[in-house]
């Protein structure tokens, strides 16, 4: 079997994100700022498409498993008693030299400063001696900057959902196994944020909190560990670029005697895409003690009284995003045909995103063949047909048809309806299809069923 290759470059992907309106880079009139981002127009559909498909999957098509929304500023005593203001932290080291500053635990992908190339025995005579780096960002709540209006910005989503334990379980009347799934922005103060949106200091996470009888935890950590394999070959990862990573134990978290990493082989190597962690009955405990509330699971019937365990599977929506980015780019080399808006004979190359159609940014994209002669009005009467049913769709009635075709290619619209003559005399149109280019005649008033049954399927 041959080793597994990074679908694309990084360079690819990131040209084509600003090219096309997936991603900006933040407060860009000003310079930007590091490690920020904005997601435009295609990027913010795309985003949200990935974090409605995980909700469809870990919610909707659930019975055991309810959502949650928790807020973003925590009371301080939630990040003590969790463990991530005295244990939250990476290892730091300066260099003396070029005054940049480094993971002491990452240095094998460190840059230097001064050069731009990876750090050398050199470099490392001039770093400091490690020390801890806490994470999280502070802030203050009220007017005085003090102890006590100390407060934190989240750096994971998953604490909500624990405060909320009690809460959630009494009032959907939820018996173990159960889960809370909870989406959001987190932040944490990377020392080393980079490569695009793979890493920021302020991101969006989905995660998931399983609770679960203590005697149960491996069996659904083994479940869950699989369920959540499939969600990303299912919407498009190569499983050649996919594998799992179990956690030595000297690197597992605190809360944790069990995770194991989903890695997906970007352009910059393997790397986390999300994790599977067994997170023991740390959490709900800690904050059982700490807060003084009974967090216990009771059973009425069996009269059974237990602390559950918690099976916690959380991923990053952005580096989902470039995961699936990266795995649907793809440029093609063509024999040109008049149709598709290249010289016969000519070598062509095409651009293209197979995204799932699922994620794609625009479902559908209606060109009138020509500006007149009723077809606009037709394109366009269609195109609110489909509107209306919450498919999201784009009108193009500039250009060579061949051209507006390659303009939809690259940003992934699976399908593209041309409205032309034959469109008014016998009522069908052209589907063209993104992956293979074929094209279809489909009845015009069966289109709409047409596109939501491939969705569906």
């Not at 995980?54 to 939630?78: N, Y």
């Not at 770093?127 to 003090?146: I, K, S, V």
């Not at 149709?339 to 000519?346: D, F, I, Q, S, T």
């Not at 250009?399 to 032309?420: L, N």
Request: some cysteine.
């Amino acid at each position: 079997m041959e080793p597994a290759v990074p679908a694309t470059s990084m360079e690819q992907v990131v040209n084509l994100c600003k090219r096309r309106g997936f991603v900006f880079p933040a407060s860009e009139i000003y310079g930007g700022l590091a490690s920020c981002w904005d997601y435009g127009p295609l990027g913010v559909e795309l985003k949200r498409n990935v974090k409605e498909a995980w909700w469809r999957s870990m919610v909707h098509t659930r019975r055991d498993v309810v959502g949650l929304d928790s807020a973003i500023l925590q009371h301080p005593q939630v990040w003590k008693t969790s463990g991530h203001v005295d244990n939250f932290s990476d290892p730091l080291v300066d260099c003396r030299q070029c005054k940049a500053r480094f993971r002491a635990d990452a240095l094998d992908d460190a840059v230097c400063g001064e050069t731009k190339k990876p750090v050398s025995a050199d470099c490392r005579e001039h770093f400091t001696e490690p020390r801890a780096f806490n994470l999280m960002f502070q802030t203050w709540m009220g007017p005085l900057r003090d102890e006590a209006a100390t407060a934190y910005l989240r750096p994971e989503t998953a604490q909500g959902i624990f405060t909320n334990y009690l809460n959630v379980q009494t009032t959907a009347r939820l018996k173990p196994p159960f889960g809370v799934a909870q989406q959001g922005k987190s932040f944490r103060n990377e020392i080393t944020p980079g490569n695009f949106i793979f890493r920021t200091r302020e991101f969006e996470q989905m995660e998931m909190e399983y609770f679960v009888p203590p005697a149960d935890w491996e069996k659904w950590f083994d479940y869950w560990r699989q369920q959540r394999w499939q969600w990303y070959v299912d919407l498009g990862l190569a499983p050649e670029r996919l594998r799992r990573r179990d956690h030595e134990k000297t690197e597992l978290a605190h809360y944790s005697n069990a995770t194991t990493d989903l890695e997906y082989l970007f352009p910059i190597g393997w790397k986390e895409l999300e994790g599977i962690a067994s997170r023991t009955d740390f959490d709900l405990k800690r904050h059982s003690e700490a807060s003084g509330k009974q967090l216990e699971y009771f059973d009425g019937q069996t009269r059974e009284r237990f602390m559950p365990w918690v099976i916690e599977p959380a991923a990053g929506v952005d580096r989902a995003v470039l995961a699936f980015l990266c795995e649907a780019f793809e440029e093609q080399k063509l024999a040109g045909a008049p149709a598709e808006g290249g010289e016969k004979g000519a070598e062509d190359v095409r651009t293209v995103l197979h995204l799932h159609p699922r994620l794609a940014p625009v479902k559908v994209a209606f060109f009138p063949l020509v500006k007149k002669e009723g077809m606009p009005e037709l394109a366009q009467k269609l195109e609110d047909e489909l509107r209306s049913r919450g498919i999201s769709t784009f009108y193009d009635q500039s250009g060579a048809i061949g051209r507006r075709y390659r303009r939809q290619d690259e940003v992934g619209t699976p399908w593209c309806v041309t409205v032309d003559g034959e469109s008014l005399a016998q009522g069908t149109v052209t589907v063209r299809e993104r992956d293979n280019m074929q094209q279809s005649r489909v009845r015009a008033d069966e289109l709409s069923a047409f596109v939501a049954g491939r969705l569906a399927g």
